[in-house]
């Protein structure tokens, strides 16, 4: 019977598994957000890969739970249905029409197909949004937004958009360390009733926050938060991240982003980190290996 590779390769695995042994214990029964975002959902070979990473973090006792956006995906669906769409602060404007599709279009048709992608590597996914259970509850949300010629402020109505105002995590508690995988879609209930679109990026925060993970990765198209020249930034406190947001260095999706990681970490999270989605194994490379990617934002 032949070997299925020569045995120096099989040495050099060996060696790559040995040396991800710490990094397995460092994560042992700890639960881990990882927030997928839309563009760095575009390629199925990448959607793959971040599959398995998911199952494989599982495998090796991790708790990960997925919360993922389709920013994109709802776009192109509203271009197809004529449906004009405006962002504020990062934020798109929600009317009654644009609240449908994206409900459909994130619990639906996207939340599936990550599902279906972690169940074809191996795993046992479950798709649910933040109304299931009433794991999410939301509050509408509003914005000041700061002219920069008059500097005169200006309140905007976002419409059916939505910041968590509560997280039960009760079925996140039963699901988590049976060897589920949950994959949560950014759509919750209204305090009120009805439907909030709520951006993943923060709906991504409030679970990890809810759920005392021990880190949120937030994947995304860019390998981080870059300066003004477009270099990466390693490492950012939560105070150089506020200065970089005042400035207009972080702008449009990148702002809701970074509030996020600081509003994670005030709630306890230890470390969140934003990193290229689009790198394969970008999730193993970040937890598993010694090569940190991204930017790292800390207290
Ligand atoms: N300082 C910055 N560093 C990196 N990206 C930034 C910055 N400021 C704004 N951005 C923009 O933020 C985008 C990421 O946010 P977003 O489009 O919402 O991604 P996702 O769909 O992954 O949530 C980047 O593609 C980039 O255009
Ligand atoms: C309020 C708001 O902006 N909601 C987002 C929800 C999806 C999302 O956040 O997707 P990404 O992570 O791919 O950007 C939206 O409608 O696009």
């Known amino acids: 019977m032949s070997e299925p590779f020569p045995a120096n390769e099989a040495h050099l695995q060996a060696e790559v598994l040995a040396r991800a042994l710490p990094?397995?214990?460092r994560y042992d029964d700890a639960v881990v957000v990882v927030k997928y975002g839309g563009h760095a959902m575009g390629n199925e070979d990448v959607a793959r890969h971040f599959a398995q990473d998911i199952v494989l973090l599982e495998q090796a006792g991790v708790n990960p739970v997925v919360v993922h956006g389709?920013?994109?995906?709802i776009g192109a669906m509203l271009e197809k249905l004529g449906i004009k769409s405006q962002f504020a602060a990062g934020l798109r404007i929600t009317d009654k029409a644009t609240v449908e599709i994206v409900e459909m279009v994130l619990?639906?048709?996207?939340?599936k197909q990550i599902v279906g992608f972690i169940n074809e590597a191996g795993g046992k996914a479950i798709g649910l949004c933040g109304k299931d259970?009433?794991?999410?509850?939301?509050r509408k949300a509003t914005r000041t937004l700061v002219d920069p010629d008059s500097k005169i402020e200006q309140v905007v109505d976002l419409g059916f958009v939505g910041e968590p105002d509560t997280v039960d995590t009760m079925v996140l508690d039963q699901i988590l360390g049976r060897e589920l995988i949950?994959?949560?879609?950014?759509v919750a209930a209204a305090v009120d009733g009805g439907t909030y679109n709520v951006n993943a990026d923060t709906f991504a925060g409030a679970i990890a926050g809810a759920l005392g993970a021990k880190r949120l990765l937030l994947l995304t198209d860019v390998p981080g938060v870059l300066d003004t020249s477009k270099t990466l930034i390693p490492k950012l406190t939560i105070a150089e991240a506020h200065a970089l947001i005042a400035d207009g260095t972080i702008s449009g999706g990148m702002i809701p982003k970074v509030e996020t990681c600081i509003y994670a970490l005030e709630q306890g999270v230890e470390g969140v980190v934003i990193l290229d989605g689009k790198v394969p194994h970008a999730v193993l490379l970040e937890l598993l290996t010694d090569h940190g990617a991204g930017t790292l934002i800390t207290r």
Do not use: C, W
């Open 23 to 25: 990094h397995m214990q």
């Open 70 to 73: 389709g920013g994109p995906q």
């Open 107 to 111: 619990a639906g048709s996207i939340n």
């Open 133 to 138: 259970g009433n794991m999410v509850r939301a």
């Open 182 to 186: 949950p994959v949560l879609a950014p």
